[in-house]
């Protein structure tokens, strides 16, 4: 939980500040444009200066959002007060706060966060960073609107996917409940976000489906550029397809090798619990949670493919060879 101290010492820096700036990840997930979206909201019907910003923009699948509309690419403009939401490290955030001195706000749950910023609220406990931003709007005199409600609840929602991750809490469950009483509509924000999908990811499911490999309890697949552009795929994620890949028997680790431009591949793992994967990430540059992590690294796909699966049944091997799996 927050200490109500310290919420409202947020709170009174920002009522002093006049013009605001919050910023997530690139790529974003529905956790970082929901606490992004659920945040900026709040702040613009406390009628403070806000800009909401995201390297990428906002997802197709994330656009029916009210106030999605909101969010730019990049910030234009002199800034007194900066939040990053949902960022382990500030190389997430891509060249958006390269001019920025100070970070005035980090907001994260993700266990490899830097702690990079002037107050940093990291809670590892917390399954999202949307219920951080709940707890914090709730202990202060900023206010929850339908808008704000389903934000935050699509934050929730996806990085949770549906309730069903082995780090969901009661309190979760608890905030779920209490953003439906502040107006959330929860099935429709649940079957957009994780149920509705384009044609062109379904396509794109098919062609990593169609590559898919298992071995050493070890399960995987790779898009390429070329991929996405036989499918008319616009974004350069993988559709959450390592969730698919996640629910397989039998496999305890899960991969998706994404390649992207300018000779970079984004690889995502999924693990079952036991399993933290976050060291491996850390060690490629990236981040997150023991159950999911990513980093990107630079090289040839196929070449990247092959050292990141022999550090993986490393990593594997010495788990169950020195009896450490988490809890």
Known sequence: MIDDHLAQSIYQQIQDAEHILVVTHERPDGDAIGSLLGFGLSLRDANKRVEMVCPDGVPVNMRSLEGSELIRKSPKGNFDFVIVLDCSDLGRTADVLDNFKKIDLNIDHHKTNDNFARVNIVRMQAVSTSEIVFELIKKTDLSFTKDVSNALTMGLIT?????????????????????????????????????????????????????????????????????????????????????????????????????????????????????????????????????????????????????????????????????????
């Open 159 to 327: 990085d949770t996917l549906g309730f069903r991750t082995p780090n969901v809490t009661s309190r979760a469950l608890q905030v779920g409940a209490e953003l439906m009483e502040f107006g959330a509509d929860f099935h429709d924000i649940y079957y957009q976000s994780l149920v509705n999908r384009s044609f062109q990811s379904a396509r794109i499911w098919g062609k990593g489906l169609s590559k898919l490999e298992m071995e050493d309890r070890i399960v995987w697949t790779n898009l390429t550029i070329a991929d996405r552009k036989a499918v008319n795929y616009p974004g350069k994620d993988d559709a959450d397809l390592i969730n698919v890949l996640s629910s397989i028997d039998g496999a305890v680790i899960s991969i998706v090798f994404v390649e992207q431009p300018a000779g970079f591949v984004k690889i995502s793992w999924r693990a079952q619990p036991g399993y933290d994967t976050s060291k491996l990430a850390v060690k490629f540059g990236g981040g997150g949670h023991a159950a999911a992590s990513g980093a990107e690294v630079y090289g040839n796909i196929q070449e990247v493919i092959k050292f990141v699966l022999h550090e993986t049944r490393v990593l594997l091997g010495n788990i169950e060879k020195e009896g450490i799996l988490t809890s």
